[in-house]
């Protein structure tokens, strides 16, 4: 197993944290990192007056590192992926996707990007579910576009 650690330093922080240890806990796939638990803890500094608070986050540990490694590791060998393995690999992200949006209501990840995906036994793992959101988002407009983007550059 693997311990995440969220330093908190606002609400807000605090909030996103929650929302993806609550979404973590009811999502059951083989193609997305599995959470065994959560908790919060308070760090108390003895040379500055006041605390740390820290959310934790215990998952499965995903021995292969990330897909951005794998990527880096193939470029320093001067090699590449072969097309039996990318497919493999592309077919384990979208089915972690489907799964995501075919929940009711819909969960969208928003932070797809080759550092989200771990890899344990050779097969890609969705992790980091901060940016989540659950249900449709109307972007018909500037301003509902811009809100949007608002939120996801804050997680």
Do not use: W
Not at 88 to 114: E, M, N, T, W
């Amino acid at each position: 197993m693997v311990l995440k650690v969220t330093s908190i330093l606002s609400r807000q922080q605090r909030d996103i944290a929650e929302k993806e240890a609550k979404l973590l806990a009811r999502l059951s796939h083989p193609s997305i990192v599995k959470m065994h638990d959560h908790c919060y803890r308070t760090l108390q500094s003895n040379r500055e007056a006041k605390s740390k608070a820290q959310h934790l986050i215990l998952m499965e540990y995903c021995e292969g590192g990330h897909a951005m490694n794998v990527c880096a590791k193939l470029v320093e060998q001067g090699e590449h992926f072969d097309l039996s393995t990318l497919i493999i690999a592309f077919g384990q992200i979208c089915y972690a996707v489907s799964y995501l949006h075919a929940q009711r209501p819909p969960i969208v990840h928003r932070d797809l990007k080759p550092e989200n995906f771990l890899i344990k036994n050779g097969a890609y793992k969705l992790c980091d579910f901060g940016s989540a959101v659950f249900g449709h988002i109307e972007l018909k407009t500037s301003k509902d576009r811009a809100d949007a983007e608002e939120v996801i550059e804050k997680t």
